[in-house]
């Protein structure tokens, strides 16, 4: 096991290893992954206080059949919709950007290894390694970090559905 400081050392050395699109797919990822926690957490703890609010605003308009009462009713379920569904297309679009992330790193790093085929030819393996390796270390990165974003926000827009779902029937 490592401790923090070693965990620390590792991560940055292979945060340097990567380059600059390792440190973009690094940021870009922080940041899906906030705003996943943060949908998970509304869904959890605040979206149930906000259909008890959108209930109780119906509550006058239950058992009327109007047209005035139908609008209401759409316009509380819209209302829902926007605040639970919020940041559902940026949490998607980070994933999504993710894997272009990590398609450039692949191309800065095949560019620093002609660089180094310009300069030694191809008997420099260490200098074509380093080139490699960064073209590898962002694919790889980008690929997985995208992949969990795509779960995650798969998984969201389902909940977020079945949830939608459930309020329109307990406002009838």
Same mark, same amino acid.
């Given at each position: 096991?490592? #401790?923090?400081? $070693?965990?620390?050392?590792?991560?940055?050395?292979?945060?340097?290893?990567?380059?600059?699109?390792?440190? +973009? @797919?690094?940021?870009? #990822? &922080?940041?899906?992954?906030?705003?996943?926690?943060?949908?998970?957490?509304? =869904?959890?703890?605040?979206?149930?206080?906000?259909?008890? !609010?959108?209930?109780?605003?119906?509550?006058?308009?239950? *058992?009327?059949? #109007?047209?005035?009462?139908?609008?209401?009713?759409?316009?509380?379920?819209? !209302?829902?919709? =926007? #605040?639970?569904?919020? *940041?559902?297309?940026?949490?998607?679009?980070?994933?999504? +950007?993710?894997?272009?992330?990590?398609?450039?790193?692949? /191309?800065?790093?095949? @560019?620093?290894? &002609?660089? /180094?085929?310009? /300069?030694?030819?191809?008997?420099?393996?260490?200098?074509? +390694?380093?080139? @490699?390796? =960064?073209?590898?270390?962002?694919?790889?990165?980008?690929? @997985?970090?995208?992949?969990?974003?795509?779960? &995650?926000?798969?998984?969201?827009? $389902?909940?977020?559905?079945?949830?939608?779902?459930?309020?329109?029937?307990?406002?009838?």
């Amino acid at each position: 096991m490592l #401790s923090p400081v $070693e965990f620390f050392d590792v991560a940055q050395g292979f945060l340097e290893k990567g380059g600059p699109a390792l440190w +973009a @797919i690094l940021l870009v #990822s &922080f940041v899906m992954w906030m705003l996943i926690i943060e949908r998970y957490w509304y =869904i959890y703890f605040s979206y149930p206080l906000k259909l008890n !609010k959108i209930k109780a605003e119906w509550l006058p308009y239950k *058992n009327i059949h #109007s047209p005035k009462a139908q609008r209401k009713r759409c316009y509380l379920l819209k !209302k829902l919709d =926007i #605040s639970v569904a919020s *940041n559902l297309l940026n949490i998607k679009a980070l994933s999504q +950007a993710l894997p272009l992330l990590g398609l450039l790193g692949t /191309v800065i790093g095949m @560019i620093q290894t &002609f660089d /180094v085929i310009t /300069v030694f030819g191809n008997g420099n393996a260490r200098g074509l +390694a380093g080139g @490699i390796s =960064i073209a590898l270390l962002t694919t790889m990165s980008g690929l @997985i970090t995208a992949l969990s974003g795509l779960y &995650f926000s798969a998984n969201l827009n $389902e909940r977020v559905r079945l949830l939608l779902e459930d309020a329109e029937s307990e406002l009838d």
